[in-house]
């Protein structure tokens, strides 16, 4: 089986990333949703409260797997012995960023392939930045959000 890795922050996680895993299982027979823990940064979620939602939301979904990892996402990857590292594609400002981590990525471990799909054209403005701010406003994140997917979040 073909195995694949989806690294992010999903802080939180919208409709574009969940798109992009749906599409991801056209090509992949398993799919790990990976939020990367950065010590610098807590974030708006708290990542166990991200990790919970995911789970609770893909748990009849045998096929998907959420994790968090520290450090490199090849050395993720090659820990699991997972082969691609899926990413999503909205604007050129990504491509010039996934270009790069690609890039990097390619000459730590070049067993290790870097898969972009491109989004749907109507979920391109979505950002989990975007949806942060708009929270942070009071305003009902959950058109942004993928159906059933709820955060319990404090205050
Ligand atoms: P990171 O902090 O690593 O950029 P994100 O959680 O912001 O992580 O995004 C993870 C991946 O999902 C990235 O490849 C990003 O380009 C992609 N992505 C984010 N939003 C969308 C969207 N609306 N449509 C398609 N891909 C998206």
Redesign the pocket.
Known sequence: MTKAL??????P?????A??VQRGLRLFGHITIA??INEQKQGWIPVGERVRALRELYKDEPRISVDTYNGLTVDYARQQGIRFI?????THK?YE??LG?ADVNRQLDSDIETV?????AN???????VVRELAHFGHDIHRWLPEGLEYRLKG
């Open positions: 989806f690294p992010g922050s999903f802080d996680f919208t409709r574009g990333h798109d992009i939020i990367g899926l990413r999503g594609l909205r990504d960023y996934e981590m972009v799909l491109f989004t749907e979920l391109a403005n979505i950002s989990s930045s």
